[in-house]
């Protein structure tokens, strides 16, 4: 099962790429449909702002052990979301890295995962469903973006082995898109919770129709 899992994933390797790439526009656009001046949202930038002060006096060992964990487990994440049994996760012990290994061939979705997907901030959205509302729970949450961003930006890099196995031209088409998307995920979620992300997804392929309209007019 796994086997034929990996091969639909596969099939959509390029046009995920393709889609997240002509949906970069949408992405900025899209922003001038959030209503930032609100309570919320101080709350969560707050918490964003509070996570990079306290990367700048925090020990740089912890936050890169930290880093590795959640590299290695968006990997087996995605791995047993994809019907492949994770058969070990191991972190080096001086910090430079980790592995993890699981049955099957695998895919592409598996490999980049850990460079667009925020596990930490999704099991916080779960546990955030069922708390009462709350302006600490928005800053908790702005705290995990920032995370996120944190931990995306300082994993891309030359001698990052993953990214060569999915192909830097599906990367440079892919991962902004995703990040982007992800990112605008968590304002919607931020603003009204898992409809808020709905009605983003809709928002991102409305305007994705309208730049196609508008470049359809521009040729003909």
């Known amino acids: 099962m796994s086997a034929l899992l990996d091969r639909v994933v596969e099939f959509w390797k390029w046009p ?8 970069l526009p949408s992405f900025f656009d899209s922003l001038d449909f959030f209503s930032f001046a609100n309570y919320k949202f ?7 702002g509070l996570f990079y ?19 290695e487990l968006t990997h087996s994440f995605f791995a047993l979301l994809t019907l492949h049994k994770v058969k070990h996760i191991r972190l080096n012990p001086d910090d430079t890295g980790g592995e993890m290994g699981f049955e099957g061939k695998g895919n592409w979705l598996i490999v980049i995962a850990p460079y ?7 099991c916080y959205m779960v546990v955030m469903t069922f708390m009462p509302e709350s302006l600490i729970f928005n800053g ?10 944190d931990t995306v930006c300082s994993q ?3 001698k990052q082995t993953d990214l060569p196995k999915v ?9 902004p898109g995703a990040n982007f998307w992800i990112i605008g995920s968590f304002l919607a979620f931020n603003s009204r919770g898992w409809e808020g992300i709905k009605v983003y997804f809709d ?8 730049h196609l309209e508008t470049v359809i007019k521009l040729i003909f």
Do not use: E
Not at 59 to 71: E, K, L, N
Not at 167 to 175: A, I
């Open 116 to 122: 667009f997907f925020p596990l930490f901030g999704l």
């Open 156 to 158: 891309i890099h030359p």
């Open 167 to 175: 192909g830097y031209t599906f990367c440079w088409l892919f991962l």
């Open 16 to 23: 995920f790429a393709l889609y997240m790439f002509v949906s």
């Open 53 to 71: 002060f306290g990367r700048t006096v925090s020990d740089a060992s912890v936050r890169t052990s930290m880093q590795v964990i959640a590299h």
């Open 42 to 48: 101080l709350a969560m930038f707050a918490g964003f």
């Open 203 to 210: 928002l991102i392929n409305r305007l994705n129709y309208q």
């Open 140 to 149: 908790i949450l702005g705290y995990f973006l920032g995370y996120h961003t």
